[in-house]
């Protein structure tokens, strides 16, 4: 299956500064790409929806001021949390989809641990 | 998209099938039947999909009811490394189109 992976794994920064995550599609070419959170013992919350080209969707609630997601190339999708707080600590989880419209399934990301001190 | 709902969390015998269900009873026409699963502290892991029809692969079957309402995960023969969270999601075919998760089935496979 397709491939995903998402650098670093974990991150731990302090509070005020900003972090880069980055999510890549390693074998295939991803038109859409989707940023989550995930809190400890809860799902999956979708963040934003990504684009080749385009700005990111953003769901309610999801500050974009905050979360700047950049997806510059088929490949290549990235998330930094800006100002980071405490509250932001969580694990950041990516996910792709290839070209083509159809029941194509998306592929996700091993996760970023993000700790903010 | 269609919102799921899933027993919160299910036990099931090491060596036996663990069979979990989903009820999707507002899925519209075009929209597909989506398995993941999510073992602890790793990204979410694609098991199987369907429209229809009854799938099978290596990891698990997919039994869909006639009225696509709800559908049933079947691993055949749970082992310990089956011990997940079980997200059942119906999705649209459009790339645009997102995966919403639910709460999921926590699975514990019990030696």
């Known amino acids: 299956g397709a491939v995903v992976s998402q650098h670093p794994s974990w991150v731990i920064c302090k509070s005020g500064t900003s972090v880069k995550i980055e999510c890549r599609s390693l074998d295939f070419q991803a038109t859409t790409m989707f940023w989550y959170r995930q809190f400890p013992k809860q799902s999956l919350m979708l963040m934003a929806t990504s684009n080749e080209g385009s700005k990111a969707t953003y769901e309610q609630g999801v500050e974009k001021d905050k979360f700047l997601i950049n997806h510059a190339s088929l490949t290549l999708s990235t998330l930094t949390v800006t100002s980071a707080h405490p509250e932001d600590s969580s694990f950041y989880i990516c996910s792709a989809r290839g070209l083509a419209d159809g029941p194509y399934e998306q592929y996700f990301g091993p996760g970023t641990r993000l700790t903010v001190t | 998209d269609a919102k799921t709902t899933q027993p919160t969390s299910m036990d099931c015998a090491e060596g036996r099938a663990a069979n979990l269900p989903c009820n999707h009873s507002?899925?519209?026409?075009?929209?597909?039947v989506y398995w993941y699963r999510q073992i602890h502290s790793q990204g979410p892991q694609y098991i199987i999909h369907g429209l229809k029809n009854n799938e099978t692969n290596e990891m698990a079957s997919l039994i869909i009811t006639e009225d696509r309402k709800s559908s049933t995960l079947i691993l055949p023969h749970a082992t310990l490394r089956d011990t997940a969270v079980y997200y059942c999601?119906?999705?649209?075919?459009?790339?645009?189109?997102?995966?919403?998760f639910g709460t999921g089935t926590s699975l514990t496979v019990i030696p």
């Open positions: 999601i119906v999705r649209g075919t459009n790339t645009g189109n997102q995966f919403y």
């Open positions: 507002t899925i519209s026409g075009n929209e597909y």
